[in-house]
């Protein structure tokens, strides 16, 4: 098993850039989610999905849109993106909400 | 806003036990404990999680006091591997979701 795999691993956006990041998991998983981490700080949600065709706002989704057509993939899109969206993003996956999550290695985004 | 409460750093000497302590006075009857780690940036790593038991698996112990407002994640011999940030951290359940609040972790230094 791969796990849960993000692309790109690094980007570099100008202001105003839209981009998809891209997370699939080969594990079955029903929950998905994406989450931020600004330097030094903790991790944020944004995003998550309990299944297929079914997703919700987590605590700082503005800026930010997800889709979930396949239990697999769960690609996080920014429309405009700010200075403000400069952070890592992880996304996670789980089985159901009693097991710990698995979280792939992290996209290196930088607004500019 | 994160429902727990870490030292900010510790240091623990290589083959000795690490005692990572962990406050969550607020905590509910419900809700769980879990503790993940995070090696320089990666993708965090579930450990261990509970409810009211203590709970042992090949990577730690969970120490959880009767009142359930404290914790303590026991690495019984440290290894200089063992350097990250670890993070205490509440199930908070909201609606249909069972949410994770993160808060800022305790870096922990194991030295040879």
């Known amino acids: 098993n791969a796990g849960v795999t993000q692309t790109p691993k690094f980007r570099i956006l100008k202001i105003g850039q839209s981009m998809t990041l891209q997370c699939t998991q080969d594990?079955?998983?029903?929950?998905m989610y994406w989450y931020r981490q600004d330097p030094g700080m903790g991790l944020k949600l944004i995003y998550y999905?309990?299944?297929?065709?079914?997703?919700d706002k987590g605590e700082v989704p503005n800026g930010y849109n997800v889709s979930r057509s396949t239990t697999e993939d769960f690609p996080l899109r920014l429309e405009l993106a700010a200075p403000s969206q400069t952070s890592v993003y992880f996304c996670?996956?789980?089985?159901?909400?009693?097991?710990?999550?698995?979280f792939g290695s992290g996209t290196r985004l930088t607004v500019v | 806003d994160a429902k727990t409460t870490q030292p900010p750093s510790m240091d623990c000497a290589e083959g000795r036990a690490a005692n990572l302590p962990c406050n969550h006075s607020?905590?509910?009857?419900?809700?769980?404990v879990y503790w993940y780690r995070q090696i320089h940036s990666q993708g965090p790593q579930y450990i261990i999680h509970?409810?009211?038991?203590?709970e042992t698996n090949e990577m730690a112990s969970l120490i959880i006091t009767e009142d359930r407002k404290s914790s303590t994640l026991i690495l019984p011999h440290a290894t200089l591997r063992d350097t990250a940030v670890y993070y205490c951290?509440?199930?908070?359940?909201?609606?249909?979701?069972?949410?994770?609040?993160w808060g800022l972790g305790t870096s922990l230094a194991v030295n040879p």
């Open positions: 999905s309990v299944g297929a065709g079914i997703t």
């Open positions: 607020t905590i509910s009857g419900n809700e769980y």
């Open positions: 996670a996956s789980r089985q159901n909400p009693n097991y710990g999550y698995t």
């Open positions: 509970g409810l009211k038991n203590n």
């Open positions: 951290i509440v199930r908070v359940n909201a609606g249909n979701n069972r949410k994770l609040i």
């Open positions: 594990m079955n998983h029903n929950y």
